[in-house]
């Protein structure tokens, strides 16, 4: 599932901005720094706005082209912010087969936020996983952590009227 860039107004500090260049600069002429740079950056803001790519791109010499085929390509890496309430759907095998793809996509309609992105107003966030470890209890999907498991298209809307 590819990931959608949001646009959500970016609010990075001179301080984060300042730990980013320091990471950049120790880290830069290492190979196989972008990773570690990426992951670093990303536990600094949180995720990986298009603005920090810039700078990382700017300061590498990388195309920022590059480095968002990577922050895009590997799911650890979040392209927007979480929301308040940040929703994940278990894709894994044992959770698909039992019909967390129909569960998934009931979360994005009713609350009109795409898969992979996060609402305008900072609201929600929904996000496609693998594996959370709850097999037992597929389709699986968590809410700032909490677990719901044993899912079906039909409980979403009482599971999202708790966070509305």
Same mark, same amino acid.
């Given at each position: 599932m590819k990931k959608k860039l949001t646009t959500v107004a970016f609010q990075g500090t001179p301080e984060q901005k300042e730990k980013l260049l320091a990471v950049i600069e120790k880290l830069k002429d290492q190979k196989g720094a972008m990773m570690p740079i990426l992951q670093q950056a990303q536990d600094i803001y949180g995720y990986l706005p298009i603005e920090v790519q810039k700078i990382i791109a700017e300061k590498t010499g990388v195309s920022l082209e590059e480095i968002f085929g990577i922050a895009s390509f590997y799911s650890m890496f979040k392209l927007n912010p979480d929301g308040k309430y940040a929703i994940?759907?278990? *894709?894994?095998?044992?959770?698909?087969?039992? +019909?967390? +793809?129909?569960?998934?996509?009931?979360?994005?309609?009713? *609350?009109?936020? /795409?898969? +992979?992105?996060?609402?305008?107003?900072?609201?929600?966030?929904?996000?496609?996983?693998?594996? *959370? +470890?709850?097999?037992?209890?597929? /389709?699986?999907?968590?809410?700032?952590?909490?677990v719901y498991g044993s899912l079906k298209k039909t409980d979403v809307k009482t599971i999202l009227e708790k966070y509305q």
């Open positions: 994940s759907v278990c *894709l894994g095998t044992a959770c698909y087969v039992k +019909g967390s +793809g129909d569960v998934l996509d009931e979360i994005s309609k009713q *609350l009109n936020v /795409p898969i +992979g992105s996060t609402s305008a107003d900072g609201k929600y966030s929904v996000e496609a996983t693998r594996c *959370l +470890g709850a097999c037992g209890l597929a /389709p699986v999907m968590t809410i700032n952590g909490e």
